[in-house]
């Protein structure tokens, strides 16, 4: 008579039936987050055809005292005081519509939006100040913004 | 009775070999005929042989899901021939408008007819949730339906908003950026679903081609699944919900209770309530001709009104797409008006919880809301409380979506429409 101890009861799980189960659905599981995780990532693109977030904003001589320039492909104002200048971003923080220079301070036309100069909100719907950008001068004399970098509305660049 | 020439001759080609071999049931001439002219045709079988005579009935379902699935059909066919004129590039963009425009034969009436359907789709869909609301027909055994539908409206907005964005005018830029930065107030993942949606920061020539993709193909395959779906499960949840009658059986076979040692017929396994389970056969009619006349009858009355408004109404196109000058106001799609308005409030509410929540109610109402008292009726009084949340609910957004559709002028500030707004000048 064969001796059948050894051999699991049907209820019990062999261990090879265990590593095929955890392996298999591992690999299952595996598979499944990867192929997600890989189309979601071929979706964000890496490249961006848009303008640059870091651009060359001419040589500070090109803005006279005391002016606000409104610079259209980069959707920001360029602003000068004295031999201070500083970047403030153009796009409302309530829903990305381009601001205006108003008299004193900015302005959105689509939902009504008041901005002090420095970018701080007035009035309207709005929930936070417009963004003030990184102004360096690069190493060819020229104002460098990087609107990567947001600074407090304090911070200046000095020429 | 003598027949019409047009039916005679139609019966001599039935008869005929080629007839023969494509009609495997002529013109039905008794009900054996009708039923088995709805049980061989491909396209009949989707619909019982025999419906109950509530299911007819205009005034129960007034046909807003079919009228809902023609619309769906109008899109896609108008919307096919679009393609051909049409090229998602933000040089060409609008210039293929204005070809449709002027240009191409019978262009103007196919956009006109593409963007009319999509707001009445919205209207129709959003209609017919509130009929199944108000009769109850959410409840056992059809919530899973009730929860393809709530999908089915979201994706009907969806595909609508990508649509919105590809005549590339400055209704369409202005409307996806106020609409995408609407989005983007979702916590933690807003700015990146945001980014994801656009495949940049800004709107432009990515956010196009990706709105384009998701607009003829990924969308309207989705929705064509999930329709097939929501209508299989019609058939197989019993056919169009009704008060429950006496001898109603809602069976549940476990499959795992049947003894495995047979084999099943197919009618021995099927679920759920059938058209025909305890049910006096004097309520059921033949579908043939009486359901499938009044579909077609129903479906000539939706492509009159498409055509009919196509005719007569321009689908609006404004100047081309300007990055730098937002028209004033700047509104989203009117379907997202009210959510732009409670976002004028406040950005968080408006753009994350109420809409957040609104989905999440609709999405566990029908396993929340279990009773099966009023079932299969209009407005019953078992049911005044649900009703009356769902209206309240209703009123708000109807009252919000017309606020900031009619009522809001430049700056997003008050304005009567029937007050002229002043002339805005463009440019500076």
């Not at chain 2, 080629?18 to 002219?37: D, H, K, T, Y």
Request: proline share 7%; charged share 15%.
């Amino acid at each position: 008579m064969p001796d059948t101890n050894h051999f699991p009861a049907e209820s019990e799980v062999s261990r090879r039936g265990f590593l095929e189960l955890t392996f298999g659905w591992l690999a299952g599981i595996f598979a499944v987050c990867a192929s997600a995780v890989g189309t979601v990532r071929f979706l964000v693109p890496n490249v961006l055809f848009e303008p640059s977030l870091l651009f060359k904003a001419g040589k500070a001589t090109d803005y006279p005292d005391g002016s606000v320039t409104f610079m259209e492909e980069e959707r920001v104002f360029l602003v000068r005081q004295g031999n201070t200048f500083r970047c403030l971003s153009a796009i409302c923080t309530h829903l990305g519509c381009t601001v205006d220079r108003a008299d004193h301070g900015y302005h959105c036309p689509c939902h009504g939006s008041v901005f002090d100069d420095q970018g701080n909100v007035k009035s309207g719907p709005a929930p936070r100040p417009l963004e003030w950008f990184l102004v360096t001068l690069s190493k060819d004399s020229r104002l460098l913004v990087d609107k990567n970098q947001r600074v407090n509305p304090d911070k200046y660049l000095v020429l | 009775m003598k027949a019409p020439p047009l039916k005679k001759i139609w019966q001599w080609f039935e008869r005929t070999r080629v007839g023969r071999s494509i009609f495997r049931v002529g013109l039905p001439q008794s009900n054996l005929e009708r039923a088995q002219a709805m049980v061989s045709s491909f396209l009949l079988h989707i619909q019982p042989a025999k419906v109950n005579r509530h299911s007819l009935r205009a005034s129960y379902s007034f046909g807003l899901g079919l009228i809902s699935l023609y619309l769906f059909l109008i899109l896609i066919v108008t919307g096919v021939l679009l393609m051909f004129y049409y090229v998602p590039s933000t040089e060409q963009a609008y210039n293929n408008m204005k070809d449709l425009q002027f240009v191409v034969s019978v262009g103007l009436v196919m956009r006109n007819m593409h963007r009319w359907a999509a707001h009445l789709m919205v209207i129709f869909v959003l209609l017919h949730m509130c009929r199944v609301f108000y009769t109850g027909a959410y409840k056992r055994p059809r919530e899973f339906n009730w929860v393809l539908g709530v999908g089915l409206f979201l994706l009907t907005l969806s595909l609508s908003f990508t649509g919105y964005l590809l005549p590339w005018d400055q209704l369409a830029f202005w409307a996806i950026t106020v609409g995408t930065n609407i989005a983007a107030y979702a916590p933690y993942i807003g700015p990146k679903l945001k980014y994801l949606m656009l495949g940049g920061n800004v709107v432009g020539q990515e956010a196009l081609i990706r709105f384009y993709a998701l607009h003829v193909i990924v969308l309207p395959a989705v929705a064509g699944f999930m329709i097939a779906v929501h209508l299989w499960r019609v058939r197989k949840d019993g056919g169009l919900s009704r008060p429950d009658e006496p001898g109603d059986t809602i069976q549940q076979i476990e499959l795992g209770k049947l003894p495995t040692n047979k084999t099943y017929g197919l009618m021995e396994l099927a679920r759920g309530m059938t058209p025909q389970v305890g049910r006096n056969p004097a309520d059921e009619v033949f579908a043939w001709p009486h359901l499938v006349f009044r579909e077609l009858l129903l479906f000539l009355l939706v492509v009159a009104m498409v055509l009919f408004l196509g005719i007569f109404w321009n689908a609006p196109l404004e100047q081309l797409a300007n990055p730098v000058h937002p028209p004033n106001p700047a509104k989203a799609p009117w379907y997202f008006l009210g959510l732009q308005e409670l976002v004028s409030y406040s950005a968080f509410w408006g753009g994350v919880v109420v809409p957040g929540v609104l989905v999440m109610a609709l999405l566990v109402l029908p396993y929340m809301d279990r009773d099966r008292k009023g079932v299969g009726r209009w407005f019953p009084r078992e049911r005044v409380v649900a009703n009356t949340i769902f209206t309240v609910c209703l009123v708000i957004a109807i009252v919000l979506t017309t606020i900031g559709s009619l009522f809001r002028g430049p700056n997003w500030s008050w304005q009567e429409p029937w007050k002229r707004p002043p002339t805005v000048t463009e440019g500076r």
